[in-house]
Protein backbone atom coordinates (compact mmCIF):
# COMPACT_ATOMS: atom_id res chain seq x y z
CA UNK A 1 0.00 0.00 0.00
CA UNK A 2 1.41 3.71 -0.89
CA UNK A 3 1.41 6.42 1.41
CA UNK A 4 2.78 9.75 1.87
CA UNK A 5 5.42 10.11 3.76
CA UNK A 6 3.14 12.53 6.53
CA UNK A 7 0.34 9.27 6.65
CA UNK A 8 3.83 6.95 7.18
CA UNK A 9 4.25 9.14 9.81
CA UNK A 10 0.62 9.28 11.53
CA UNK A 11 0.47 5.43 10.63
CA UNK A 12 3.85 4.63 12.59
CA UNK A 13 2.90 6.93 15.51
CA UNK A 14 -0.04 5.07 16.32
CA UNK A 15 1.42 1.27 15.68
CA UNK A 16 4.08 3.13 18.47
CA UNK A 17 1.11 3.08 20.97
CA UNK A 18 1.32 6.59 20.90
CA UNK A 19 -1.91 8.87 21.77
CA UNK A 20 -1.08 12.42 22.30
CA UNK A 21 1.34 14.76 20.38
CA UNK A 22 2.36 18.23 21.74
CA UNK A 23 3.08 21.00 18.86
CA UNK A 24 2.81 23.74 16.98
CA UNK A 25 2.21 23.51 12.80
CA UNK A 26 4.24 26.27 10.54
CA UNK A 27 5.24 25.82 6.90
CA UNK A 28 7.84 23.08 6.90
CA UNK A 29 6.00 20.66 8.92
CA UNK A 30 2.33 21.64 7.11
CA UNK A 31 2.09 18.37 4.61
CA UNK A 32 2.22 16.22 8.22
CA UNK A 33 -0.14 18.68 10.19
CA UNK A 34 -2.74 18.22 7.40
CA UNK A 35 -2.72 14.81 7.09
CA UNK A 36 -3.07 14.39 11.26
CA UNK A 37 -6.42 15.95 10.71
CA UNK A 38 -7.44 12.09 9.11
CA UNK A 39 -6.51 10.32 12.42
CA UNK A 40 -8.26 11.35 15.19
CA UNK A 41 -6.76 8.56 17.39
CA UNK A 42 -3.35 10.80 17.54
CA UNK A 43 -4.51 14.06 19.43
CA UNK A 44 -2.98 16.95 18.95
CA UNK A 45 -2.57 19.30 21.92
CA UNK A 46 -1.55 23.04 20.23
CA UNK A 47 0.60 24.27 22.56
CA UNK A 48 1.89 28.43 22.60
CA UNK A 49 5.20 27.84 22.27
CA UNK A 50 7.67 25.24 21.17
CA UNK A 51 9.76 24.85 24.24
CA UNK A 52 5.97 24.50 25.95
CA UNK A 53 5.21 21.41 23.48
CA UNK A 54 8.65 19.87 24.55
CA UNK A 55 8.62 20.29 28.42
CA UNK A 56 4.61 19.44 28.09
CA UNK A 57 5.96 15.98 26.46
CA UNK A 58 9.02 15.48 28.79
CA UNK A 59 5.91 15.72 31.84
CA UNK A 60 3.94 13.18 30.16
CA UNK A 61 6.33 10.81 29.63
CA UNK A 62 7.62 11.36 33.49
CA UNK A 63 4.56 10.85 34.84
CA UNK A 64 3.21 7.67 32.44
CA UNK A 65 6.79 6.02 31.46
CA UNK A 66 5.38 6.47 27.89
CA UNK A 67 7.22 8.34 25.29
CA UNK A 68 6.71 11.75 24.98
CA UNK A 69 5.98 13.21 21.75
CA UNK A 70 6.39 16.84 20.49
CA UNK A 71 6.52 18.02 16.94
CA UNK A 72 7.60 21.49 15.17
CA UNK A 73 8.21 23.32 11.98
CA UNK A 74 11.84 23.98 10.99
CA UNK A 75 14.24 26.96 12.19
CA UNK A 76 12.40 28.82 14.92
CA UNK A 77 10.40 26.32 15.80
CA UNK A 78 12.47 23.76 16.28
CA UNK A 79 15.13 25.36 17.83
CA UNK A 80 12.59 26.72 20.35
CA UNK A 81 12.76 22.62 21.26
CA UNK A 82 16.03 22.96 22.23
CA UNK A 83 15.76 23.83 25.99
CA UNK A 84 12.90 20.95 26.74
CA UNK A 85 14.99 18.50 24.73
CA UNK A 86 17.91 19.60 26.92
CA UNK A 87 15.79 19.39 29.87
CA UNK A 88 15.08 15.48 28.64
CA UNK A 89 18.81 14.37 28.06
CA UNK A 90 19.93 15.42 31.21
CA UNK A 91 16.99 13.66 32.90
CA UNK A 92 17.04 10.55 30.90
CA UNK A 93 13.56 11.03 29.81
CA UNK A 94 12.35 9.06 27.07
CA UNK A 95 11.15 11.49 23.88
CA UNK A 96 10.56 12.09 20.69
CA UNK A 97 10.99 15.51 18.50
CA UNK A 98 10.06 15.34 15.04
CA UNK A 99 10.41 18.28 13.07
CA UNK A 100 9.93 19.54 9.83
CA UNK A 101 12.64 21.14 7.22
CA UNK A 102 12.97 22.96 4.08
CA UNK A 103 12.45 20.92 1.17
CA UNK A 104 15.58 18.65 0.36
CA UNK A 105 16.26 21.45 -2.79
CA UNK A 106 16.91 24.30 -0.60
CA UNK A 107 18.98 22.39 2.02
CA UNK A 108 22.46 24.30 2.74
CA UNK A 109 20.83 27.07 0.28
CA UNK A 110 20.11 29.47 4.17
CA UNK A 111 16.32 29.19 2.53
CA UNK A 112 13.28 30.40 4.93
CA UNK A 113 13.82 29.42 7.85
CA UNK A 114 16.05 26.42 7.24
CA UNK A 115 18.59 25.53 10.43
CA UNK A 116 20.06 22.57 10.89
CA UNK A 117 18.71 21.03 13.63
CA UNK A 118 19.64 17.80 13.82
CA UNK A 119 23.32 19.49 14.12
CA UNK A 120 22.22 21.47 17.00
CA UNK A 121 20.80 19.07 18.91
CA UNK A 122 23.29 16.50 18.06
CA UNK A 123 24.95 17.16 22.19
CA UNK A 124 21.40 16.86 23.69
CA UNK A 125 20.25 13.74 22.47
CA UNK A 126 20.27 9.91 22.32
CA UNK A 127 19.90 10.02 18.63
CA UNK A 128 19.37 12.26 15.81
CA UNK A 129 17.26 11.81 12.02
CA UNK A 130 17.69 13.23 8.79
CA UNK A 131 15.18 11.02 6.75
CA UNK A 132 15.60 11.98 2.74
CA UNK A 133 13.27 9.41 1.85
CA UNK A 134 10.15 8.46 2.35
CA UNK A 135 10.74 4.93 2.73
CA UNK A 136 13.09 5.49 5.59
CA UNK A 137 10.85 7.19 7.79
CA UNK A 138 8.93 3.87 9.04
CA UNK A 139 12.41 2.72 9.94
CA UNK A 140 13.89 6.06 11.67
CA UNK A 141 10.39 6.07 13.60
CA UNK A 142 10.47 2.28 15.04
CA UNK A 143 14.45 3.34 15.75
CA UNK A 144 13.52 6.39 17.43
CA UNK A 145 11.06 4.80 19.57
CA UNK A 146 13.39 1.78 20.67
CA UNK A 147 16.44 4.45 21.38
CA UNK A 148 14.39 6.84 23.14
CA UNK A 149 12.65 3.87 25.99
CA UNK A 150 15.14 1.36 26.17
CA UNK A 151 18.70 1.09 28.13
CA UNK A 152 19.21 4.90 29.25
CA UNK A 153 16.53 7.07 27.85
CA UNK A 154 16.58 10.26 26.34
CA UNK A 155 15.33 12.23 23.20
CA UNK A 156 15.61 11.08 19.80
CA UNK A 157 15.05 14.16 17.28
CA UNK A 158 13.42 13.01 13.53
CA UNK A 159 13.94 16.18 11.08
CA UNK A 160 11.94 15.37 7.91
CA UNK A 161 12.09 17.95 4.65
CA UNK A 162 8.85 18.90 3.71
CA UNK A 163 8.69 17.46 0.46
CA UNK A 164 9.46 13.70 2.22
CA UNK A 165 5.90 14.32 4.09
CA UNK A 166 4.26 14.53 0.39
CA UNK A 167 6.43 11.96 -1.45
CA UNK A 168 4.49 8.68 -1.66
CA UNK A 169 6.03 5.01 -1.34
CA UNK A 170 5.17 1.64 0.44
CA UNK A 171 4.58 1.61 3.65
CA UNK A 172 6.36 -1.56 5.51
CA UNK A 173 6.73 -1.20 9.22
CA UNK A 174 9.66 -3.01 10.67
CA UNK A 175 9.27 -5.92 12.27
CA UNK A 176 12.27 -6.17 13.86
CA UNK A 177 15.27 -3.67 14.65
CA UNK A 178 19.10 -4.24 13.83
CA UNK A 179 21.05 -1.72 15.84
CA UNK A 180 24.53 -3.47 16.07
CA UNK A 181 25.51 -0.54 18.03
CA UNK A 182 23.07 -0.39 20.32
CA UNK A 183 22.90 -2.71 23.12
CA UNK A 184 22.01 -1.72 26.19
CA UNK A 185 23.21 -4.34 28.97
CA UNK A 186 20.08 -5.13 31.05
CA UNK A 187 21.60 -8.06 33.78
CA UNK A 188 23.92 -7.24 36.00
CA UNK A 189 27.43 -9.30 35.68
CA UNK A 190 26.63 -11.81 38.94
CA UNK A 191 30.42 -12.13 39.93
CA UNK A 192 29.99 -8.33 40.48
CA UNK A 193 26.80 -8.78 42.03
CA UNK A 194 28.55 -11.13 44.47
CA UNK A 195 30.87 -8.76 45.36
CA UNK A 196 28.70 -6.01 46.00
CA UNK A 197 26.69 -8.28 48.22
CA UNK A 198 30.06 -9.05 49.93
CA UNK A 199 30.40 -5.70 51.01
CA UNK A 200 26.91 -4.79 51.75
CA UNK A 201 26.95 -8.15 54.14
CA UNK A 202 30.86 -6.10 55.69
CA UNK A 203 29.21 -2.96 56.13
CA UNK A 204 28.58 -1.32 59.29
CA UNK A 205 27.10 1.74 58.30
CA UNK A 206 25.70 1.55 54.75
CA UNK A 207 23.46 3.97 53.14
CA UNK A 208 21.43 3.85 50.24
CA UNK A 209 21.56 6.76 47.56
CA UNK A 210 18.59 6.28 45.46
CA UNK A 211 17.96 8.36 41.93
CA UNK A 212 16.13 8.91 39.31
CA UNK A 213 16.56 5.29 37.95
CA UNK A 214 14.77 3.95 40.65
CA UNK A 215 11.42 5.40 39.52
CA UNK A 216 12.87 5.25 34.95
CA UNK A 217 13.06 1.32 35.93
CA UNK A 218 9.54 0.91 38.34
CA UNK A 219 12.24 -0.87 40.54
CA UNK A 220 10.32 0.65 44.26
CA UNK A 221 9.83 -3.30 45.03
CA UNK A 222 13.04 -4.08 44.75
CA UNK A 223 14.70 -0.49 46.99
CA UNK A 224 11.86 -1.27 49.67
CA UNK A 225 12.90 -4.99 49.68
CA UNK A 226 17.14 -4.37 50.16
CA UNK A 227 16.68 -1.61 52.18
CA UNK A 228 14.32 -3.58 54.86
CA UNK A 229 15.77 -7.27 54.47
CA UNK A 230 19.61 -5.41 54.76
CA UNK A 231 18.32 -2.89 57.03
CA UNK A 232 19.85 0.32 55.65
CA UNK A 233 19.02 3.82 55.55
CA UNK A 234 17.52 5.04 52.28
CA UNK A 235 18.71 8.32 51.17
CA UNK A 236 17.25 10.17 47.78
CA UNK A 237 18.21 12.37 45.40
CA UNK A 238 16.45 15.28 43.97
CA UNK A 239 15.05 12.95 40.93
CA UNK A 240 14.48 10.47 43.46
CA UNK A 241 12.21 11.75 45.39
CA UNK A 242 9.30 10.03 45.42
CA UNK A 243 10.67 6.68 44.68
CA UNK A 244 10.97 5.53 48.37
CA UNK A 245 8.47 6.42 50.87
CA UNK A 246 9.00 9.33 53.24
CA UNK A 247 7.39 8.21 56.12
CA UNK A 248 8.98 4.41 56.60
CA UNK A 249 11.09 4.00 59.00
CA UNK A 250 14.19 3.45 57.06
CA UNK A 251 13.83 6.96 54.76
CA UNK A 252 17.10 9.19 55.87
CA UNK A 253 16.11 12.32 53.44
CA UNK A 254 17.22 13.82 50.43
CA UNK A 255 21.08 14.90 50.54
CA UNK A 256 23.25 17.93 48.59
CA UNK A 257 23.47 21.74 48.59
CA UNK A 258 20.17 21.65 49.84
CA UNK A 259 19.06 18.62 51.22
CA UNK A 260 18.48 17.62 54.77
CA UNK A 261 22.14 18.21 56.97
CA UNK A 262 21.02 14.79 58.30
CA UNK A 263 21.21 13.11 54.71
CA UNK A 264 24.56 14.78 54.21
CA UNK A 265 26.30 13.78 57.47
CA UNK A 266 24.87 10.36 57.34
CA UNK A 267 26.41 9.98 53.64
CA UNK A 268 29.75 11.33 55.39
CA UNK A 269 29.97 9.20 57.94
CA UNK A 270 28.96 5.75 56.08
CA UNK A 271 31.10 3.04 55.26
CA UNK A 272 29.27 1.72 52.42
CA UNK A 273 27.19 4.00 50.07
CA UNK A 274 25.12 2.23 47.73
CA UNK A 275 24.28 4.30 44.35
CA UNK A 276 21.26 2.86 42.91
CA UNK A 277 20.44 4.66 39.37
CA UNK A 278 21.99 7.94 39.80
CA UNK A 279 25.05 9.21 38.51
CA UNK A 280 26.97 11.26 41.69
CA UNK A 281 26.42 14.66 40.14
CA UNK A 282 28.32 17.80 41.74
CA UNK A 283 24.64 18.97 43.44
CA UNK A 284 25.17 15.72 45.60
CA UNK A 285 28.60 15.00 46.08
CA UNK A 286 29.97 18.90 46.34
CA UNK A 287 34.01 18.60 46.49
CA UNK A 288 34.56 14.93 45.19
CA UNK A 289 37.90 14.51 46.94
CA UNK A 290 35.67 15.30 50.32
CA UNK A 291 32.58 13.26 49.71
CA UNK A 292 31.49 9.95 51.71
CA UNK A 293 35.42 9.55 52.66
CA UNK A 294 34.77 6.67 54.97
CA UNK A 295 32.91 4.94 52.58
CA UNK A 296 33.49 2.19 49.67
CA UNK A 297 31.05 3.14 46.58
CA UNK A 298 28.83 0.39 45.24
CA UNK A 299 27.23 1.95 41.62
CA UNK A 300 24.44 0.19 39.90
CA UNK A 301 23.67 2.49 36.78
CA UNK A 302 22.17 0.80 33.29
CA UNK A 303 24.90 3.82 31.17
CA UNK A 304 28.26 2.73 31.58
CA UNK A 305 29.56 6.64 30.48
CA UNK A 306 28.28 7.39 34.35
CA UNK A 307 30.56 4.94 35.81
CA UNK A 308 33.72 6.27 37.60
CA UNK A 309 32.90 9.62 35.66
CA UNK A 310 32.49 11.63 39.05
CA UNK A 311 33.18 9.33 41.63
CA UNK A 312 35.60 6.58 41.66
CA UNK A 313 33.67 3.55 42.12
CA UNK A 314 34.72 0.01 44.43
CA UNK A 315 31.87 -1.94 42.38
CA UNK A 316 30.55 -1.33 39.29
CA UNK A 317 27.55 -3.05 38.18
CA UNK A 318 25.81 -2.12 34.84
CA UNK A 319 22.01 -2.92 33.93
CA UNK A 320 18.53 -2.12 34.38
CA UNK A 321 18.07 -1.28 37.66
CA UNK A 322 15.21 -3.48 38.50
CA UNK A 323 16.81 -6.51 37.41
CA UNK A 324 20.29 -5.96 39.21
CA UNK A 325 18.11 -5.46 42.56
CA UNK A 326 16.56 -8.44 42.07
CA UNK A 327 19.96 -10.26 41.50
CA UNK A 328 21.29 -8.94 44.61
CA UNK A 329 18.04 -9.57 46.58
CA UNK A 330 18.52 -12.85 45.78
CA UNK A 331 21.62 -13.35 47.89
CA UNK A 332 21.42 -10.87 50.01
CA UNK A 333 21.17 -11.34 53.86
CA UNK A 334 18.98 -10.34 56.40
CA UNK A 335 20.59 -7.71 58.78
CA UNK A 336 20.37 -5.45 61.12
CA UNK A 337 22.36 -1.93 61.57
CA UNK A 338 20.65 -0.85 65.33
CA UNK A 339 23.74 1.35 65.86
CA UNK A 340 23.95 2.59 62.61
CA UNK A 341 19.82 3.21 62.74
CA UNK A 342 20.46 5.03 65.80
CA UNK A 343 23.27 7.41 64.97
CA UNK A 344 21.40 8.45 61.70
CA UNK A 345 18.60 9.22 64.25
CA UNK A 346 20.59 11.69 66.36
CA UNK A 347 21.41 13.12 63.47
CA UNK A 348 17.95 13.87 62.48
CA UNK A 349 17.52 15.06 66.00
CA UNK A 350 20.99 16.76 65.97
CA UNK A 351 20.26 18.77 62.66
CA UNK A 352 16.49 19.29 62.19
CA UNK A 353 16.28 20.74 58.79
CA UNK A 354 12.85 20.27 58.31
CA UNK A 355 11.85 22.14 61.16
CA UNK A 356 10.09 25.77 60.36
CA UNK A 357 10.28 28.56 62.53
CA UNK A 358 7.22 29.98 64.46
CA UNK A 359 6.37 33.28 62.71
CA UNK A 360 2.99 35.36 61.56
CA UNK A 361 4.98 35.30 58.16
CA UNK A 362 3.52 33.17 55.19
CA UNK A 363 6.50 31.26 54.82
CA UNK A 364 6.87 29.11 51.81
CA UNK A 365 7.87 25.94 53.67
CA UNK A 366 4.60 26.06 55.26
CA UNK A 367 3.16 26.67 52.21
CA UNK A 368 4.20 22.78 51.10
CA UNK A 369 3.29 21.63 54.60
CA UNK A 370 0.11 22.52 53.94
CA UNK A 371 -0.18 21.34 50.51
CA UNK A 372 1.31 17.95 51.63
CA UNK A 373 -1.63 18.15 54.02
CA UNK A 374 -4.60 18.76 52.08
CA UNK A 375 -3.51 16.52 49.16
CA UNK A 376 -3.03 14.15 51.97
CA UNK A 377 0.75 13.48 49.73
CA UNK A 378 -1.05 11.86 46.91
CA UNK A 379 -0.89 14.65 44.48
CA UNK A 380 1.60 14.78 41.37
CA UNK A 381 3.52 18.17 41.89
CA UNK A 382 5.76 19.34 39.08
CA UNK A 383 8.07 22.10 39.87
CA UNK A 384 10.53 24.67 38.25
CA UNK A 385 13.93 25.46 39.67
CA UNK A 386 14.94 27.72 42.18
CA UNK A 387 13.99 28.03 45.80
CA UNK A 388 10.11 26.77 45.35
CA UNK A 389 11.97 23.65 44.04
CA UNK A 390 13.84 22.82 47.01
CA UNK A 391 11.23 23.80 48.95
CA UNK A 392 8.81 21.23 47.45
CA UNK A 393 11.56 18.75 47.44
CA UNK A 394 12.04 18.81 51.11
CA UNK A 395 8.70 19.36 52.48
CA UNK A 396 6.09 17.47 50.22
CA UNK A 397 6.16 14.41 51.68
CA UNK A 398 4.88 11.93 49.05
CA UNK A 399 2.66 8.82 49.80
CA UNK A 400 2.70 7.04 46.26
CA UNK A 401 5.63 6.44 43.78
CA UNK A 402 6.76 9.08 40.96
CA UNK A 403 4.80 11.72 42.23
CA UNK A 404 7.42 14.38 42.14
CA UNK A 405 8.52 15.83 38.56
CA UNK A 406 11.14 18.62 37.95
CA UNK A 407 13.85 20.08 36.17
CA UNK A 408 17.24 18.49 37.87
CA UNK A 409 20.26 18.09 35.43
CA UNK A 410 19.97 21.30 33.40
CA UNK A 411 17.37 23.45 35.89
CA UNK A 412 15.01 24.97 33.15
CA UNK A 413 12.94 27.68 34.51
CA UNK A 414 9.67 27.48 33.08
CA UNK A 415 9.52 23.41 33.18
CA UNK A 416 6.66 24.10 35.80
CA UNK A 417 3.78 25.13 33.39
CA UNK A 418 4.09 22.87 30.46
CA UNK A 419 5.43 19.93 32.57
CA UNK A 420 2.06 19.81 34.45
CA UNK A 421 0.57 20.34 31.62
CA UNK A 422 1.94 17.21 30.18
CA UNK A 423 1.48 15.28 33.25
CA UNK A 424 -2.01 15.94 33.42
CA UNK A 425 -3.04 14.63 30.05
CA UNK A 426 -0.92 11.80 30.91
CA UNK A 427 -2.27 11.10 34.94
CA UNK A 428 -5.79 12.62 34.36
CA UNK A 429 -6.60 10.25 37.27
CA UNK A 430 -4.57 12.48 39.48
CA UNK A 431 -4.68 15.94 40.92
CA UNK A 432 -1.26 17.70 39.73
CA UNK A 433 -0.30 20.67 41.17
CA UNK A 434 2.75 22.84 39.77
CA UNK A 435 4.76 24.54 42.74
CA UNK A 436 5.71 27.33 40.18
CA UNK A 437 8.51 30.57 41.21
CA UNK A 438 6.78 33.50 40.18
CA UNK A 439 9.95 34.21 37.60
CA UNK A 440 9.58 30.53 36.23
CA UNK A 441 6.01 30.87 36.04
CA UNK A 442 6.41 33.99 33.83
CA UNK A 443 8.82 32.08 31.64
CA UNK A 444 6.02 29.96 30.12
CA UNK A 445 2.50 31.06 31.32
CA UNK A 446 1.37 31.47 27.89
CA UNK A 447 0.35 27.30 28.41
CA UNK A 448 -2.58 28.65 30.96
CA UNK A 449 -4.34 28.99 27.03
CA UNK A 450 -3.36 25.58 26.24
CA UNK A 451 -4.32 24.33 29.68
CA UNK A 452 -8.45 25.87 29.61
CA UNK A 453 -8.26 25.27 25.85
CA UNK A 454 -8.22 21.44 26.88
CA UNK A 455 -10.08 21.63 29.91
CA UNK A 456 -7.31 20.84 32.44
CA UNK A 457 -7.56 21.16 35.88
CA UNK A 458 -3.59 21.45 37.08
CA UNK A 459 -3.76 23.68 40.14
CA UNK A 460 -0.62 26.17 40.60
CA UNK A 461 1.02 27.23 43.54
CA UNK A 462 2.92 30.40 42.46
CA UNK A 463 5.61 31.52 45.23
CA UNK A 464 5.40 35.26 44.85
CA UNK A 465 8.30 36.95 46.72
CA UNK A 466 9.17 39.09 44.00
CA UNK A 467 12.63 38.04 43.28
CA UNK A 468 14.76 35.40 41.28
CA UNK A 469 14.85 33.74 44.67
CA UNK A 470 17.69 31.62 44.29
CA UNK A 471 20.16 34.34 42.69
CA UNK A 472 19.19 36.71 45.13
CA UNK A 473 20.12 33.94 48.05
CA UNK A 474 23.59 33.47 46.44
CA UNK A 475 23.59 37.29 46.25
CA UNK A 476 23.14 37.49 49.84
CA UNK A 477 25.63 34.92 50.59
CA UNK A 478 28.51 35.08 48.47
CA UNK A 479 28.11 38.32 46.57
CA UNK A 480 28.37 40.85 49.58
CA UNK A 481 24.22 41.36 49.54
CA UNK A 482 24.79 43.62 45.78
CA UNK A 483 21.01 42.43 44.65
CA UNK A 484 21.79 43.51 40.95
CA UNK A 485 18.90 42.42 38.27
CA UNK A 486 16.91 40.28 40.77
CA UNK A 487 14.08 42.27 41.84
CA UNK A 488 11.07 41.87 40.01
CA UNK A 489 8.82 44.90 40.21
CA UNK A 490 6.63 44.50 37.20
CA UNK A 491 5.10 41.43 38.23
CA UNK A 492 1.05 41.30 37.11
CA UNK A 493 -1.87 40.63 39.60
CA UNK A 494 -1.61 37.26 38.82
CA UNK A 495 -5.43 36.28 40.19
CA UNK A 496 -6.59 38.80 36.97
CA UNK A 497 -3.95 37.41 35.23
CA UNK A 498 -5.87 34.02 35.63
CA UNK A 499 -9.31 35.18 35.28
CA UNK A 500 -7.99 36.86 32.01
CA UNK A 501 -7.27 33.41 30.62
CA UNK A 502 -10.66 32.17 32.64
CA UNK A 503 -9.04 30.15 35.50
CA UNK A 504 -9.58 30.47 38.86
CA UNK A 505 -7.73 32.72 40.65
CA UNK A 506 -6.75 32.83 44.37
CA UNK A 507 -4.97 35.08 46.44
CA UNK A 508 -3.06 34.32 49.77
CA UNK A 509 -1.34 36.74 51.86
CA UNK A 510 -1.73 35.87 55.51
CA UNK A 511 -0.30 32.66 57.07
CA UNK A 512 -3.83 31.66 58.55
CA UNK A 513 -5.08 31.24 54.93
CA UNK A 514 -3.37 28.90 53.20
CA UNK A 515 -5.04 25.54 53.96
CA UNK A 516 -8.74 26.96 52.74
CA UNK A 517 -6.88 28.51 49.22
CA UNK A 518 -5.42 24.99 48.92
CA UNK A 519 -8.49 23.12 49.65
CA UNK A 520 -10.92 25.88 47.61
CA UNK A 521 -8.00 24.64 44.93
CA UNK A 522 -8.82 21.32 45.24
CA UNK A 523 -12.83 21.35 45.30
CA UNK A 524 -12.59 23.45 41.86
CA UNK A 525 -13.06 20.67 39.23
CA UNK A 526 -11.06 23.53 36.85
CA UNK A 527 -7.73 24.78 36.70
CA UNK A 528 -7.08 27.26 39.38
CA UNK A 529 -4.28 29.89 40.42
CA UNK A 530 -3.04 30.36 43.73
CA UNK A 531 -0.84 33.54 44.65
CA UNK A 532 0.94 33.18 47.68
CA UNK A 533 2.88 36.36 48.64
CA UNK A 534 5.46 35.35 50.44
CA UNK A 535 7.56 36.40 53.18
CA UNK A 536 10.72 38.27 50.85
CA UNK A 537 14.46 37.11 51.19
CA UNK A 538 13.74 33.87 52.77
CA UNK A 539 16.63 31.73 51.89
CA UNK A 540 16.81 27.66 51.89
CA UNK A 541 18.46 25.92 54.14
CA UNK A 542 20.31 23.68 54.73
CA UNK A 543 22.80 24.63 52.37
CA UNK A 544 26.42 23.80 51.54
CA UNK A 545 28.07 25.71 48.75
CA UNK A 546 28.82 24.53 45.45
CA UNK A 547 31.80 23.01 45.85
CA UNK A 548 32.51 22.33 48.68
CA UNK A 549 31.52 19.70 51.51
CA UNK A 550 29.63 19.25 54.88
CA UNK A 551 32.35 20.75 56.74
CA UNK A 552 30.63 23.90 54.78
CA UNK A 553 27.70 23.25 55.84
CA UNK A 554 25.14 26.05 56.53
CA UNK A 555 22.36 25.44 58.57
CA UNK A 556 18.63 27.34 59.69
CA UNK A 557 19.22 29.11 63.07
CA UNK A 558 16.80 28.87 65.89
CA UNK A 559 16.33 30.31 68.98
CA UNK A 560 16.54 27.49 70.91
CA UNK A 561 19.81 26.09 69.27
CA UNK A 562 23.40 26.42 70.11
CA UNK A 563 25.78 26.20 67.31
CA UNK A 564 28.60 23.17 67.03
CA UNK A 565 31.37 22.90 64.50
CA UNK A 566 29.33 21.64 62.04
CA UNK A 567 26.44 23.70 61.94
CA UNK A 568 23.41 24.01 64.14
CA UNK A 569 22.65 21.66 66.64
CA UNK A 570 19.66 21.45 69.73
Not at 199 to 222: C, D, K, M, T, W
Not at 477 to 490: E, H, L, P, R, V
Amino acid sequence: MKLTGAQIVCESLLLEGVDVVFGIPGGAILPLYQTMSSYPDLKHILTRHEEGASMAADGYARSTGKVGVCMATSGPGATNLVTGIATAQMDSVPMVAITGQVGRAALGKDAFQETDISGITLPITKHSYLVMKPEDIAPAIKEAFYIANTGRPGPVLIDIPKDVFTEETEFIYPETLDLPGYKPVIDGDQFQVEKANKLIAEAERPVILAGHGVIISRAYNELLELAEKAQIPVITTLLGRSSFPDAHILFAGMPGMHGMAYASLAIDEADLVIGLGMRFDDRITGNVDLFAPNAKIIHVDIDPAEIDKNVKTDVPIIGDLARVLRQINKIVKPKTHTKWLKRVEKLKIDHPSLRIRETDKLLPQQVVRDLCEITDGKSIVVTGVGQHQMWAAQHYAAKEPNLFLTSGGLGSMGYEVPAALGAQIGRPDKVVWSVAGDGGFQMTMSELATIVENNLPVKFAIFNNGYLGMVHQWQDIFYGKDYYATSYTGNPDFVKLAEAFGILGIRVTEKGQSLDAIRQAMDHDGPVVVDFVLAKEENVYPMIPAGQSTADLMEEKFDDMEVSKRGYIS
